[in-house]
């Protein structure tokens, strides 16, 4: 079976549930790993270094860049953001599935840097629900708001790049769809 992603990309816009959809397949699937990313975005409450993120100050951040530490890096709604290269390989190796929850350019950079990988966009069911699940999460300032709605009408523009798209309209569908994508790619 030379054709298995090790690889597998989740992309979609903020808001649409792709941290909750993670969080839920990571509890379900122990053949995954997730990939912890590096930002410069100060911690939201209730966020843990280290599990949600690894929290560099932007010199910190720079330092990584230049020493090629990053499998791929971008910049998203005025933060950096960027996957550590070191355990992913390790991890690769040990038989497990990476899952790299990323941006449209991340993605981008992934499919032309990396062999093979499988990326699966996740699409809200409408604009309208996007917002209100971004607002309602509570956790972003207006600007910050505004940010990622612009952003979002740019990744959803960008769909058709993508191996596969699933709404998450139903949470449980939505996971059982992305864990049926996950065994067959
Ligand atoms: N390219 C890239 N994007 C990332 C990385 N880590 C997180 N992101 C994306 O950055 C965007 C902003 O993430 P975050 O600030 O946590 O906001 P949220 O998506 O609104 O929860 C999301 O689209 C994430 O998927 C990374 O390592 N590389
Ligand atoms: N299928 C769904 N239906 C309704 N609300 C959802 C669904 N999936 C996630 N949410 C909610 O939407 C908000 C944004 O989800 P989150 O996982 O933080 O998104 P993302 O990581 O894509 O920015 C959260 O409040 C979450 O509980």
């Known amino acids: 079976m030379t054709s298995m992603s090790s690889l597998i990309v989740i992309t979609g816009p903020s808001g649409v549930g792709k941290g909750t959809l993670v969080e839920k397949l990571l509890e379900r699937n122990s053949s995954l790993w997730l990939s912890i990313s590096a930002t410069t975005r100060s911690p939201r409450e209730g966020e843990v270094e280290g599990k949600n993120y690894f929290f560099l ?78 607002r309602g999460r509570g956790t972003d300032s207006e600007n910050a708001i505004k940010r990622r709605l612009a952003r979002a009408k740019e990744e959803i523009n960008a769909i058709k790049e993508f191996d596969a798209v699933v709404i998450n309209d139903h949470i449980e569908l939505a996971l059982l769809e992305i864990e049926r994508l996950v065994k067959a790619s």
């Not at 953001?81 to 449209?104: A, C, F, H, N, W």
């Open 57 to 134: 100050e932007p010199k910190r951040f720079s330092e990584v860049k230049e020493q090629g530490g990053f499998l791929e890096w971008a910049e998203f709604a005025g933060n950096f953001y960027g996957t550590p290269k070191k355990q992913i390989d390790e991890k690769i190796s040990q038989g497990k599935k990476v899952l790299l929850e990323i941006e449209l350019e991340g993605a981008r950079q992934v499919r032309k840097n990396c062999d093979k990988s499988f990326q699966i966009f996740i699409a809200p069911p409408s604009f309208e629900e996007l917002e209100q699940r971004i």
